[in-house]
């Protein structure tokens, strides 16, 4: 057994592993199918691979008010389950143990308390044979989802399953999601069919139908040849009142079968290995089912995630568009820029050429007003953030839109409304990104200018206010204008340039452009990316989907050759 439970153990990594990549995103079977693996391994599988000896848990399962607490309670011999449809064991999941064999029972590694989450109510009696834990489990089709997601787990768990269910309702579609999933997974089984009519002809009818129904299915009973029981079928009215179960002749049959196993320690060890045997054979297909909804998964996930990346890349490149042409900013700021590089004067000086002017720059500033380096500053820096955070904004609105579109990720974007806008933080992070990337600039005017002696110790337009100039220059440049053209951005960007270009010179000026545009298309980048990374947040990584489902086609390799092995 112990290259077996090596196997299981590195699967139930895997299975947990798996469980914690589900999302929002995942589709509802895809989720079922990884409960189901994570349950029946950590369940099943891996507890029995290591002890055989570990106590039987013997599940009864079946519709409401099918009788599994009368059934229970005439194994006991009292009312260890109160019986009814309004029932307590419709919330508390109620074993049946020997006594002092429950802490055994919950110590073995089976993962019973782990798998009742809270729930488990144990009830000791000596009419419970050695080596077995009978479990009632809520009802297949409770109409709360708790009930029915803890009896489908307790199913991964079981080495032997009890179905009971009547003579009326042995049909319904419910249980038989069960029973399925009880013949995937190879798990003994003994059918219980309680109410029974009273004339022999229809009792032969009811037995030949359940009969043929577990046949159609594919589902194989216990037999006599196993040394057990089939299908056992109670007349109505079979009851203890005294009890509040069933009579004791009446469950005879699986009495028999109980007490043979308990006394009989390789009865046991043989039915246990009987049920790992067939929880061993079920895994393969559900393990391939597994990775299939993994990879499918991984390229629903990148579709999502492109479908997200192009929002925010196609609203990023058009805010670059604006953003060169510095139709954005408001007039009033270039109005005063313009008026402090001194239109009149400067124009006069291109007349002399540009040695001319470079030559009498100092003199020329000292001359002008103060300069309006925080006004200008503030207002452009306004004005991008307002831009960037509208771009952004329709980028989150055509993302969420987009995967409000899918079926996988409607419900996400339905429940979060904050993912259709900005974060609250955007504004915020970006002022100071876009402060820092103004100060870079004064830092290429402090290099720029030592080096060429151009920024004269005292005058008066300083480093700050040529970082301002150099800053507008990012966002609008001469493109053929002529000072004469009409609109304020074309006039003050062809003074600005000319001006900058007299101080530092043509190539140099634009170096410290392309410098400047470089890092704040970074900073953009940046707050962009960071938008975008509250979609990309929600879904695993593709890569690592297909990695995992190969790991589980390698897990599902290495079990089976280590039960060819074993």
Sequence with gaps: MNGITVAAERLGALAEERQRTLGDHVSDEAARRSAQLRDHVLGHVLPRARSLDAPLLVLLFGPTGAGKSSLINALAGFAASPSGVLRPTTRDLVVLVQPGAGAALLGSGSSLEALAAGRLRVVESEAVPDGIALVDSPDVDSIEHANRELTDRLAEAADLGIFVTTATRYADRVPWDVLHRARDRGLPLVVVVNRMPAAAEDRTAVLGDVARLLGDAGIVVEGATAGGVDIVAIEEGATDPALDGLSASAIAPIRARMDALGADREARRALAERALAGSLA????????????????????????????????????????????????????????????????ITRFFSTGIGRLRGTLSAMIRGTPRAPVAEVRDEALADVGSLARSHAGEAARRAATAWSDESATRRLVTDDASLWSVTPGFDAALRTRLQDWVATIAEDVQVSGGRKRLLAKGASIGVNATGIGVMLATFVNTGGLTGTEVGVAAATAFLNQKLLEAMFGEAALVEMIRGARERLSNALDASFAEELGRFEQQLPDGAGLRDLAGRFRVAAQELAAAQSNG
């Excluded at 597994?290 to 490149?317: G, K, N, P, T, Y």
């Excluded at 568009?321 to 109005?335: D, I, K, N, T, V």
């Design 282 to 345: 079920g895994l393969a297909p559900l393990i391939e089912r597994v990775a299939d909804d993994l990879e499918h998964e991984a390229i629903d996930v990148d579709a999502l995630r492109r479908s997200a990346q192009h929002a925010f890349a196609s609203e990023r490149r058009e805010l670059a568009e604006q953003l060169s042409g510095g139709a954005f900013l408001r007039a009033e700021a270039l109005r005063q820029w313009q008026a402090f590089v001194g239109a009149d004067e």
